[in-house]
Antibody, heavy 125, light 107 residues
Framework: QVHLVESGGGVVQPGRSLRLSCVAS????????MHWVRQAPGKGLEWVAV????????YYADSVKGRFTISRDNSKNTLYLHMNSLRADDTAVYYC??????????????????WGQGTLVTVSS | DIQMTQSPSSLSASVGDRVTITCRAS??????LAWYQQKPGKAPKPLIY???ILQSGVPSRFSGSRSGTEFTLTITDLQPEDVASYYC?????????FGQGTKVEMK
C-alpha cells in the first residue's frame, strides 16, 4: 500500500534554513504529482507547493514563494521541501501528499489523496 | 488567485441530524473541488472529489453537490465518529487553496 514518510522537522531559528524529505513507497513515484501541505498549531490546512510527476513544473503558495523550493528525486522515490529564511509563522506540521490520479497519463487536475503522518517544524529563537 | 470561503466555521449537532457545510469559490473551478475530514492529531482523510464523487470506503451518509461556484458537503444521520474538522479544497489550479475549515461537534 501507499506509504509516505516525512522527516527533517525540528526546531530552527528565524532566518535559518531546513530541508524536509518525504520517502514514498508502494506506488510508482515518478507517475504522480506530489504536494506539501502545512498546518499551524490549532489552525486550518494550508497548501504549500506542488511538483509535477517529472519535476518539470512547480507551483507555490504566495506565502512561501521565493523562500521555499519543492523538488524530487525520482531515482530515490523522495520528495523534498527546501525552506529558507524561515519565520515564526512557518511553524507548522508539514504533510507530504500524493495526487489521486497518475499525472503521467492525464493532464486533468487531480485531488490530493494519500497523506503522510506529518513532520513538525518549529521556528523559534 | 482563487479564494475558497467555507461556512460555518463551527457547528454543533445531535446524533441523527443532517449537517450541511458550504464552500464558495471566488471564480469558476468547474467540478474540481474536494472535501477532507480531519480528526485531531491525524492527517486529513479524503471524502469526496469532483464535487460529488465519494472516495472508496466513505460512508454513504456523506454526499457532495455543486451549484455554480457553491459547493456543499452534507452529512445525513450524523454519527459520533463524524466529530471532526472538514475542509474543502480547490484543485482546479494552483494555488490549491483550502477553505478555512468547519469544526463539527456533538451536542
Amino acid at each position: 500500500q501507499v506509504h509516505l514518510v516525512e522527516s527533517g522537522g525540528g526546531v530552527v531559528q528565524p532566518g535559518r534554513s531546513l530541508r524536509l524529505s518525504c520517502v514514498a513507497s508502494g506506488f510508482t513515484f515518478n507517475s504522480y504529482g506530489m504536494h506539501w501541505v502545512r498546518q499551524a498549531p490549532g489552525k486550518g490546512l494550508e497548501w504549500v507547493a506542488v511538483i509535477r510527476y517529472d519535476g518539470s513544473g512547480e507551483y507555490y503558495a504566495d506565502s512561501v514563494k521565493g523562500r521555499f523550493t519543492i523538488s524530487r528525486d525520482n531515482s530515490k522515490n523522495t520528495l523534498y521541501l527546501h525552506m529558507n529564511s524561515l519565520r515564526a509563522d512557518d511553524t507548522a506540521v508539514y504533510y507530504c501528499a500524493r495526487d489521486l490520479f497518475p499525472q503521467v497519463y492525464t493532464n486533468q487536475p487531480s485531488p490530493v489523496h494519500y497523506w503522510g503522518q506529518g513532520t513538525l517544524v518549529t521556528v523559534s529563537s | 488567485d482563487i479564494q475558497m470561503t467555507q461556512s460555518p466555521s463551527s457547528l454543533s449537532a445531535s446524533v441523527g441530524d443532517r449537517v450541511t457545510i458550504t464552500c464558495r469559490a471566488s471564480q469558476d473551478i468547474s467540478n474540481y473541488l474536494a472535501w477532507y475530514q480531519q480528526k485531531p492529531g491525524k492527517a486529513p482523510k479524503p471524502l469526496i472529489y469532483a464535487a460529488s464523487i465519494l472516495q472508496s470506503g466513505v460512508p454513504s451518509r456523506f454526499s457532495g453537490s455543486r451549484s455554480g461556484t457553491e459547493f456543499t458537503l452534507t452529512i445525513t444521520d450524523l454519527q459520533p465518529e463524524d466529530v471532526a474538522s472538514y475542509y474543502c479544497q480547490n484543485y482546479n489550479s494552483a494555488p490549491r487553496t483550502f477553505g478555512q475549515g468547519t469544526k463539527v461537534e456533538m451536542k
